[in-house]
């Protein structure tokens, strides 16, 4: 392996400090806005059973091989790839434009959040009847997300300057938990909501006939973001990752966690549209209106509970926007060897740049059309539905092609002192059947939203 580095790479703090983080990047937004609309917009429970075979199939083999491939090459992905083979350089470098143009409306979804903690004790509770008419003028509105959104890619910078485990680690440490705990909370009282069980219907009673190949990519794109992968991130968390973790569990147990998240961000949300006379095909502002909705039947509390949501919900987008912050940052350090501080700077002025545009998108700019979407969404439709998968593909091709097995199985294993009984189950899917079956899908949805 020729990725030899003279300089020793810092390391995550602990195990658990590494698998907050790993989960803290995977688990945001992806899981609580993302997941429900898209599940609403795909029909429900169908989506939900397809989304949840790629995550653990295809997700759980993908995070192994980005934890592989970083730890392997202590490299961030552009150098990794690289380190093997020059001629895939291109693919790292994918994963770094991935990173850039998610970091181009995440932001705008993260001020969201945090704007949403000060309205929650400003009297948005108050009238529960036009809190889908505040967001929609929220969002629209040409100044306000902007001032929220640059905010909260503040926050980012200040943790991503402070290096691996001064800020990422601390932070995904003590409020990952935190969030897990609320939304139990919030699933228990919008389940006991009258009409909850036709939103828990609509979320496990697949609907086959409503599934095409236009639903099968939506679940596949979403697996991909919802879990960070297919943009280099998990290569990125993986090269900090010290060389006694076990690889294999630590995937197995963030893609699960992950999946958990998202299907209890479903429990959450679903119940409450119903009860509400919403519609689950709303879209992007389902979980800002039935959230506060939710909330606002119980008074006082109601506000209290509402204001801790969207701090946990706004931590939850940090740890995740962090670790794309990370992706290009790490990628300037190590190609670039430009210090910490010029890359997260140089990095973030371009996300506030295109940020802008995303959220004018949604208001004054939405006649500006890219393909026959704004910006906002133009962003998220390319690298959902398109860059990741594409990305997924080949980290898959070039595990399965270009690394030799036996390092795989070295690294795998550490060295042989691991038992990892899976390992020609895990090579034959990476080799053969993901890259085929994504190609497919791929092909699927795109001639399916064609028409
Ligand atoms: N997984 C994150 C979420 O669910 O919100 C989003 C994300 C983070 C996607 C990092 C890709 C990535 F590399």
């Known amino acids: 392996m020729e990725g030899n580095q003279i300089k020793q790479r810092e390391n995550w703090g602990s195990r658990i400090g590494f698998l907050m983080a790993a989960a803290g990047s995977a688990v945001g937004l992806g899981n609580i806005w993302r997941f429900p609309y898209t599940a609403g917009e795909n029909g429900g429970g169908a989506f939900v059973i397809i989304y949840t075979i790629f995550a653990l199939i295809i997700g759980i083999s993908i995070m192994l091989a980005e934890f592989t491939v970083g730890r392997r090459t202590s490299l961030s992905a552009v150098g990794a790839y690289k380190s093997y083979s020059k001629k895939w350089t291109f693919a790292g470098a994918l994963g770094v434009l991935s990173a850039f ?10 001020g969201w959040s945090l704007a949403y903690v000060f309205k929650s004790f400003s009297g948005l509770l108050a009238n529960p009847e036009a809190i889908g008419t505040t967001f929609e003028a929220f969002m629209s509105n040409p100044i306000q997300p902007i001032i929220w959104m640059i905010i909260y890619l503040a926050l980012n910078v200040i943790i991503v300057a402070k290096g691996i485990s001064g800020g990422i680690e601390k932070a995904g440490k003590v409020l990952m938990p935190t969030l897990f705990v609320l939304l139990i909370f919030i699933s228990i009282r919008s389940i006991s909501l009258p009409g909850a069980s036709a939103g828990l219907e609509f979320l496990f009673k697949p609907d086959w006939s ?21 943009m280099g991130c998990m290569i990125t968390y993986g090269s900090y990752l010290s060389k006694s973790e076990n690889l294999p569990s630590n995937a197995t147990i963030v893609t699960i966690l992950d999946t958990c998240i998202a299907i209890l961000a479903g429990i959450a949300i679903f119940p409450g549209v119903f009860a509400f006379g919403l519609e689950p095909t709303a879209g992007p502002g389902l979980v800002f209106v039935v959230v506060p909705s939710v909330f606002a039947e119980l008074g006082g509390a109601g506000v209290l509970f509402s204001v801790v949501f969207f701090i946990a919900f706004t931590v939850a987008a940090l740890t995740s926007s962090v670790s794309l912050l ?9 190609q670039k060897n430009v210090p910490r501080k010029t890359g997260v700077t140089s990095a973030s002025i371009i996300m506030i740049a295109t940020s802008i545009l995303s959220s004018l998108s949604l208001g004054v700019m939405s006649g500006f059309k890219i393909f026959g979407a ?26 399965g092609w270009v690394i030799k097995k036996e390092d795989l199985k070295e690294e795998t294993t550490n060295g042989g002192k691991l038992k990892f009984s899976l390992f020609e189950a895990w090579y034959f899917l990476l080799k053969y059947v993901i890259p085929i079956l994504i190609f497919f899908v791929a092909l699927m949805g795109i001639f399916a939203i064609e028409q």
């Open 101 to 110: 143009f998610i970091m181009g409306f995440y932001p705008v979804v993260g």
């Open 210 to 230: 409503k599934v095409n190949g236009a639903t099968i990519l939506a679940a596949l794109g979403q697996a991909f973001f919802s879990l960070s992968l297919g």
């Open 374 to 399: 704004g910006i906002f969404d133009f962003l998220d439709i390319l690298t959902d539905k398109i860059f990741l998968a594409i990305g997924g593909m080949f980290i898959a091709i070039f595990t």
């Open 326 to 334: 990370e992706v290009v940052t790490s990628y300037l350090i190590d």
